[in-house]
């Protein structure tokens, strides 16, 4: 995983709940960075420890924190680092989560170390579609599904997300039904 | 151009291809245009290419449709006319139509710009990478952003890690400072025992001729070996030091001994960082002075003691040296006044008659204050007629009164009358004769009210209510706080009494208290003073008055009575004979015990009036060897021991050793021969017999053994029980009294007369029915008596 992924836990920890259970959640989970980069390549270990130890510290499920850090990545992380490239994504949710899949394919040469998830956009509708996540991680869809929520709100739109499917109940992919209105 | 480069596509297709296109013919006029470049710039299509464009490379081209194709194979750069700032980089073909057309992209190389033209990733052809070249120079830039931000963060921290090295070299040296200069020395070991801190005073105190930085990183593991020799016990220096080192736990003001006499204090402080041992901290002061000044001040506590002890000793020694010459006085006052006197003689008599009872009082007052300071003070619980006692005090002190045209008024409840209590009657008429004679000392004319009464409730205990008011001088508010305290008096300007110890209401407060009891005072300056006292005692009995009564008044005749008088004191000696040959008995005098011993082997007397302090043989050692039965007959004489002393235990040990009965110096001539009389005519009627061994010598049926058993079973268990009888009496314990009463009555049964028998019933009987009470002192004397004559009739029989 880049250094943003971790960059967003840090950021919405320290935003929220202040720098001592950030040095807590560091400590708990035995990562031992004083800064991320955002362009370098960490182990994906270290995503899911500091998830992980921040559900534990904060008291908050693990599905909750995962949501919440892709909410701000997209809110916060990602409009820092990629504020206009990520406005240039689309014209409306619709274009930016059609566009989803070549944006990925693009980023994989982008990010040479990156093994970037792929997506599928199908059942297009004038409001809805779906939206096919394959990743080679697992247990991130919670984090899938909080970038989505993330993307409506971008957009000023109001957005329902529906788990169609999950890899984890034994389905190929995650499929989530975005619609907005 | 060759027809090879030409390309063929229909407008839908190559607006896909090439969503920037646009095509001119050879008017240059624009022909058709993709959707991405008429997003960018709208309404181009059929406008003059030369007014929409420029070229910006080559710039050498002219605006031919000739010169244009020419350029078919270059770069080519061009600018809108009309959006200012947006260049395209492409190349031109010739299409199948022979239009020009031109394909390219917007040059745009920052997110920003993609906005900025309201343009979007699906603008651009998928094949296009314009918008990854937009991302990989933006991740550049992030790339930079990050690496200055931690550059930002390395730079605060070196800062920090700079600050913080100051502050702790800074540190460092005031601690250096801070250890050098103290007045401790101190030894700072790592956890390897290497010496990292130490100070000059921590050479000093430990011999090291060397400089404190010279020890710096020295090894201390053999420290102790080398530093042994310093100590007064160097093993147990050694062994101390290992336990301390192999425990680690703090260890404060371990006192060490030098060889040289001197001593140190040492504490042992462990440092522990994060549950780690990371040393130890030594620190040793020179106490010597501080043991030398402990000790001296242990010697002074001692000496003070000793001479506190050796003051309360010279108090008792004084009191008893000040009573023998007032009894002396009083004595002789009693003999003058009996004589013929002249009025002015009389007058000086009685001045001294009162000057006499003062100084009586001042002597007691000294020894009841030491008794309190001691703690040594005890109250006797005896059942008593407190009715009786008020009136006495009353009586004693109307004379007084009257003496200065005052009058004093009692008024007492008639509860009081018809009850008697528990306590100690001596103690609360000590109490009644401080406050009226002080009443009475600071009033100069009207009345003094005593009144008595008790308080109303259905519990056995009750309090008695004293209310003491005088019409004299009064307190004013400022001494009223001090009142109580020692040798504190009213000393008014106004008046001349400043008599006394100033001990008298502090000893009142202390009596009251003691028996659980309050004192309140109440006063206004030139008014008169109210004191309130309230005592606790237990009501006992509802009395029913005995209906023969010994008659105190009957007169007394010693004629035929021989009587020695065993008195030290020459005065004494006179006074007390001159008391009893006035009422015809014979006196002899014998100077000390010894004297006596002697007399009493070749003479018999009817009664021994016997002194306790004595010089070469005392009146206890005397009574004991009398009443060892070493003089025959002379052992069972009645004996009266007389004494000044008056401290608590003193009238029980004389009963004790066998004396009869007890008189406090200085005495009434009354008060003797009320004693005299009991013991004599008691004396007389018991010495027929008080045992009757018919029953006994039946149960036995000639079983000498068996006999002589019973009997020694009777000398060895009676004494003890007698004791036991004393104690319960002493405490008011009826019950257990009646107890040891019966249990002495089955004893008596068997070998006494039936008066003797008797005498044990009435007691069992008055403590099961709690009557009489105030009679059982009387009544347990007597019976003692009757016992010691049992002890020595049975003896004889034995020995027979």
Redesign the interface.
């Given at each position: 995983m880049y250094?943003i992924v971790n960059k967003a836990i840090q950021g919405l920890v320290i935003e929220n709940f202040g720098l001592d259970s950030w040095e807590k959640i560091k400590k708990q989970s035995g990562v031992s960075v004083?800064?991320f980069?955002?362009?370098e390549p960490y182990p994906d270990q270290t995503t899911f420890d500091l998830a992980i130890a921040a559900s534990e510290i904060l008291k908050i499920e693990l599905k909750d924190v995962l949501i919440s850090f892709g909410e701000y990545w997209v809110l916060k992380t990602g409009q820092e680092?990629?504020?206009?490239?990520m406005?240039?994504?689309?014209?409306n949710l619709k274009?930016f989560l059609?566009?989803l899949p070549?944006?990925h394919s693009?980023?994989m040469?982008?990010y040479p170390n990156l093994t970037p998830p792929e997506f599928k956009i199908s059942n297009i509708e004038e409001n809805s579609l779906d939206v096919h996540y394959f990743s080679t991680r697992n247990g991130l869809h919670y984090f899938m599904y909080g970038l989505l929520q993330g993307l409506g709100k971008m957009y000023k739109v109001e957005t329902k997300i529906e788990v169609k499917a999950l890899k984890t109940d034994g389905a190929y992919n995650d499929i989530f039904r975005v619609s907005w209105s | 151009m060759s027809e090879q480069n030409k390309i063929s596509f229909n407008n839908s297709e190559i607006t896909l291809l090439f969503p920037f296109y646009f095509a001119i013919n050879n008017s240059l006029k624009i022909v058709s245009a993709g959707n991405s470049i008429l997003k960018l710039i709208p309404n181009i299509v059929n406008s003059d290419f030369k007014n929409e464009f420029e070229f910006k490379r080559p710039f050498s081209v002219s605006y031919t449709f000739n010169s244009i194709q020419e350029y078919c194979n270059q770069v080519i750069i061009l600018i809108s006319k009309k959006v200012p700032d947006i260049l395209f980089r492409g190349q031109i073909l010739k299409s199948s139509n022979d239009n020009i057309i031109f394909i390219g992209s917007p040059w745009i190389t920052?997110?920003?710009d993609?906005?900025k033209f309201n343009?979007?990733?699906?603008d651009f052809a998928?094949h296009d990478s314009t918008?990854?070249m937009?991302?990989?120079i933006?991740?550049k830039e992030?790339?930079s952003k990050?690496?200055l931000?931690?550059v930002e963060?390395l730079k605060k921290?070196k800062l920090e890690i700079e600050k913080s090295e100051y502050e702790l070299k800074y540190s460092n040296k005031r601690f250096s400072a801070l250890i050098q200069n103290m007045q401790s020395g101190i030894l700072l070991e790592n956890k390897e025992r290497k010496i990292v801190l130490t100070n000059k005073i921590f050479c000093e105190l430990l011999n090291i001729p060397v400089k404190p930085e010279q020890l710096i990183g020295y090894d201390c593991k053999k420290s102790a070996e080398e530093s042994k020799h310093n100590f007064k016990n160097p093993n147990l220096f050694v062994k101390q030091l290992e336990k301390t080192l192999t425990n680690k736990d703090l260890v404060l003001n371990e006192e060490l001994e030098l060889a040289n006499g001197d001593f140190l204090e040492r504490d042992f402080v462990p440092i522990f960082s994060d549950n780690e041992y990371n040393g130890h901290l030594w620190i040793y002061r020179n106490i010597t002075q501080r043991k030398k000044n402990e000790i001296e001040l242990i010697n002074a506590k001692e000496e003070a003691i000793i001479s506190k002890k050796t003051k309360e000793q010279f108090l008792a020694n004084m009191s008893h040296e000040l009573r023998n010459p007032i009894n002396i006085i009083t004595g002789i006052t009693g003999l003058l006044a009996e004589t013929n006197l002249s009025g002015k003689q009389n007058e000086y008599l009685g001045i001294i008659k009162t000057a006499s009872e003062n100084l009586l009082y001042l002597v007691n007052d000294i020894l009841d204050f030491e008794k309190i300071q001691a703690k040594k003070i005890k109250f006797q619980i005896l059942p008593f007629d407190i009715f009786k006692v008020v009136n006495e005090v009353y009586n004693s002190m109307k004379y007084l009164a009257e003496n200065k045209n005052l009058k004093l008024n009692l008024r007492t409840d008639d509860f009081l009358k018809t009850h008697h209590v528990a306590g100690d009657p001596f103690r609360l008429k000590q109490i009644l004769f401080n406050l009226v004679n002080n009443a009475i000392k600071f009033t100069e004319s009207g009345n003094i009210d005593i009144k008595i009464t008790m308080e109303e409730n259905s519990g056995m205990i009750k309090f008695i209510n004293i209310e003491i008011k005088d019409t004299g001088i009064g307190i004013s508010e400022e001494n009223l706080t001090n009142i109580f305290n020692r040798y504190s008096q009213v000393n008014s300007e106004t008046s001349n009494f400043s008599a006394g110890t100033g001990l008298g209401l502090t000893i009142v407060k202390n009596l009251v208290e003691l028996q659980k009891g309050t004192i309140k005072v109440k006063s206004k300056e030139g008014l008169g003073t109210t004191f309130f006292v309230t005592i606790p005692y237990e009501i006992i009995e509802h009395i029913e008055k005995p209906a023969i009564q010994i008659s105190k008044s009957t007169p007394v005749d010693l004629k035929s009575k021989k009587i020695l008088v065993v008195e030290d004191d020459k005065f004494n000696q006179m006074i007390t004979n001159s008391m009893l040959e006035k009422y015809g008995a014979q006196t002899e005098t014998a100077d000390n015990g010894k004297i006596a011993l002697e007399k009493l082997k070749t003479n018999s007397y009817d009664l021994i009036l016997m002194d306790l302090q004595m010089p070469i043989l005392d009146g206890y050692k005397t009574t004991e060897a009398i009443r060892k039965n070493k003089l025959g007959t002379n052992s069972k004489t009645p004996i009266i021991a007389v004494t000044a002393n008056i401290l608590n235990g003193e009238k029980e040990k004389c009963i004790e050793i066998g004396m009869n009965a007890y008189l406090s110096k200085p005495f009434q001539e009354n008060e003797l021969l009320e004693k005299i009389k009991d013991l004599l005519v008691k004396n007389n009627a018991e010495r027929v017999s008080v045992i009757d061994l018919a029953y006994l010598k039946s149960v036995a049926s000639g079983d000498t053994p068996f006999f002589e058993k019973l009997i020694e079973e009777f000398l060895i268990q009676t004494p003890e029980i007698i004791s036991q009888l004393k104690r319960e009496m002493h405490k008011g314990d009826w019950p257990k009294m009646s107890e040891s009463a019966h249990k002495l009555k089955g004893r008596i049964s068997f070998i006494g007369t039936p008066l003797f028998i008797k005498k044990v019933t009435e007691i069992e009987s008055n403590c099961l029915k709690k009557q009489h009470l105030n009679l059982l002192p009387e009544m347990v004397t007597e019976l003692e008596f009757s016992c010691e004559l049992a002890y020595s009739e049975l003896k004889t029989e034995l020995k027979k």
């Open positions: 250094g004083d800064g980069l955002s362009n680092s990629y504020g206009a490239l406005k240039a994504g689309g014209e274009s059609i566009n070549n944006f693009r980023v040469l982008i | 920052t997110p920003e993609l906005l343009l979007t990733i699906p998928i918008t990854d937009i991302q990989l933006n991740n992030i790339m990050d690496i931000s931690l963060n921290q």
